[in-house]
Every structure is written in structure tokens, then in C-alpha cells.
């Protein structure tokens, strides 16, 4: 019953910026790890980033730190990834998703939105 929606994909030129929301629309909730992940056409899906339900830890693949930050509005149960100085290479569809587990680095997720297009022209 964990419902994730993300929003706010689309094209942008290189160097603009673009922010994700990622939304829990279902019947359950609780403190979950969010992160967001990445598949461009032809490669496997690769982490970008993730938080923990406190706030107070946040991690970033090393091809966005500096550019991406991530974010969490509890009130209104949704997550951001603001996004900046994109580079052609950000072409993917974005993925949200949430882990039952304590918070690593690196956790398994349980839930998975259905993904959005982010498009960087050059």
C-alpha cells in the first residue's frame, strides 16, 4: 500500500536546473530511507541519491555531488532532488524509492515508483 509518484520531469538544457518530487500517495506510512535512482537507455540502473527519515544523513554518487541535493518535506510525505548544472549524461529516467531498513550508505529498497523522464539537450 506504499504508493510512490514522482513529478516534475522533462527537458531541460545543459547546465539548467530541474527538481524531482517524489510523493507517498498510499495507505502506509513510516520511517523510511528515500533514495532516488537511474537508468539511461542501454545501462543498468545506478544509485544517485538517498536520506534518511531524520534528515540528519544524506548520500550522493560521486557523478552528482556538488550538483544534486536532496530533501524531505515529513509534513507532506514527499522527497526532493533538486537538480543543477545538468550535464547531457543526466538523461534518464528517474527513479523514487523507499527501504524499510536502518540507515547505511547503501540499503535495499522496498518500494519503487514507476519512474520519470529527465532529458538534458546540449
Known amino acids: 500500500q506504499v504508493q510512490l509518484v514522482e513529478s516534475g520531469g522533462g527537458l531541460v538544457q545543459a547546465g539548467g536546473s530541474l527538481t524531482l518530487a517524489c510523493t507517498n500517495a498510499?495507505?502506509?506510512?513510516?520511517?523510511?530511507?528515500m533514495g532516488w535512482f537511474r537508468q539511461a537507455p542501454g545501462k543498468e540502473r545506478e544509485f544517485v541519491a538517498a536520506?534518511?527519515?531524520?534528515?540528519?544523513?544524506?548520500d550522493y554518487a560521486d557523478s552528482v555531488k556538488g550538483r544534486f541535493t536532496i530533501s524531505g518535506n515529513n509534513v507532506r510525505n514527499t522527497v526532493y532532488l533538486q537538480m543543477s548544472s545538468l550535464k547531457t549524461e543526466d538523461t534518464a529516467v528517474y527513479y523514487c524509492?523507499?527501504?524499510?531498513?536502518?540507515?547505511?550508505?547503501?540499503?535495499?529498497?522496498?518500494?519503487w515508483g514507476q519512474g520519470i523522464q529527465v532529458t538534458v539537450s546540449s
Open positions: 524509492a523507499a527501504s524499510r531498513s536502518p540507515w547505511s550508505k547503501r540499503v535495499a529498497y522496498d518500494y
Open positions: 536520506i534518511s527519515w531524520s534528515a540528519t544523513n544524506t
Open positions: 498510499g495507505r502506509t506510512f513510516g520511517n523510511y530511507v
